[in-house]
């Protein structure tokens, strides 16, 4: 079983300052690593997601991530943040075997101020 | 054009009611999904079909029940609704269904039991 931790649950931000969102996970097998970003009162959309190979993965929007497997975290960043990446932002793991189940962490809610 | 919809967008029902939420997806996949998203934003899988079979059934109460006409549509209906049933629900897509795919959620149904 999987579980993941998203290590806080509101960050707030001003304008073009960088963030890091925070996640660690936990699993007994090899897991693929997801960010999904949640604009309010709309579905959730893909920001990047780590499969393999490089441990930098470069998503949409500005966003990066690295995974880390010694530390099991998959940390969201961005250098210079605007007023619209104002959103919730949740960290998923999947099981590399079998049907794919995201476990999703508990969402960290990015706030910009001007 | 949207990739996966649902109807209703919004729900308001009273408590013992019987209701119904449709998914659809035009993207061709042979996998979908529901999730409930909690009044805390925390997110879970309910269910997951495969070409019109079911491969993943979480511990929903046996009051929900989905529904899969083909595997374009997955829909799903609960009984006797209780106050704890108030979520916002989520219908996803993957083309297969394996872990390292991403998936496309719909804009979620808003269900509100009084």
């Known amino acids: 079983a999987q579980s993941v931790t998203q290590l806080d649950s509101q960050v707030p931000v001003f304008e073009e300052a960088p963030v890091e969102l925070r996640c660690n996970y936990s699993?007994?097998?090899?897991?693929?690593l997801f960010w999904y970003v949640q604009y309010p009162n709309q579905g959730l959309q893909l920001l990047l997601k780590?499969?393999?190979?490089?441990?930098l993965v470069k998503g949409i929007n500005g966003f990066e991530a690295e995974f880390n497997k010694s530390q099991t975290s998959f940390h969201l960043r961005k250098p210079s943040v605007h007023i619209s990446d104002t959103a919730e932002y949740f960290c998923?793991?999947?099981?590399?075997?079998?049907?794919?189940?995201?476990?999703f962490g508990q969402g960290t809610r990015l706030t910009i101020n001007p | 054009d949207t990739a996966v919809s649902q109807t209703p967008k919004y729900l308001v029902t009273q408590m013992g009611n019987d209701k119904s939420i449709k998914c659809e997806q035009n993207?061709?996949?042979?996998?979908m999904y529901w999730y409930k998203q909690d009044s805390k934003k925390f997110l879970k899988i309910m269910f997951s079909y495969n070409n019109k079979e079911l491969i993943i059934n979480e511990t929903v109460p046996n009051r929900f029940s989905p529904k899969s006409p083909d595997k374009a549509h997955l829909n799903l209906h609960i009984n006797s609704l209780e106050l704890g049933d108030s979520a916002v629900y989520f219908c996803?897509?993957?083309?297969?269904?394996?872990?390292?795919?991403?998936?496309?959620f719909g804009p979620g149904t808003r269900l509100l039991v009084l």
């Open positions: 998923a793991v999947s099981g590399q075997w079998g049907a794919q189940k995201l476990v």
């Open positions: 996803a897509s993957t083309p297969t269904g394996t872990g390292q795919e991403t998936q496309y």
């Open positions: 780590y499969l393999s190979g490089s441990t």
């Open positions: 699993s007994s097998v090899s897991v693929y």
């Open positions: 993207l061709g996949h042979d996998t």
